[in-house]
């Protein structure tokens, strides 16, 4: 059974920083692009970044401030966040994907909220 688990939301003044954790188990980490993405009420879900056989994808407004980093050793995927914006403010999810199978995998989402 595959599980992403993700930690290290919360609350933040605008351009303080967060570093979001996702656990995965029950997959062959290195089988998987592996990402983050986030979702606002109202709103699609949208990409933040991810980690394929293609290489690192960020979304252009998170460019520069944003580092998806993974430890395959501890199947871990981290997303450090730096000068955090108003505009980042979401439920933060962990995401999936088997390179040949297809299939998705999400984690239950961790809020992220940025805010004096």
């Known amino acids: 059974q595959v599980q992403l688990v993700e930690s290290g939301g919360g609350l933040v003044q605008p351009g303080g920083s967060l570093r979001l954790s996702c656990a995965a188990s029950g997959l062959t980490f290195s089988s998987y692009a592996m990402g983050w993405y986030r979702q606002v009420p109202g709103k699609q879900r949208e990409l933040v970044a991810s980690l394929s056989k293609s290489g690192l994808d960020y979304a252009d407004s998170v460019k520069g401030r944003f580092a998806l980093s993974r430890n395959i050793p501890k199947s871990t995927i981290d997303l450090q966040m730096d000068n955090l914006k108003p505009e980042d403010t979401a439920v933060y999810y962990c995401?999936?994907?088997?390179?040949?199978?297809?299939?998705?995998?999400w984690g239950q989402g961790t809020q992220v909220t940025v805010s004096s």
């Open positions: 995401h999936a994907k088997g390179q040949t199978s297809r299939i998705d995998y």
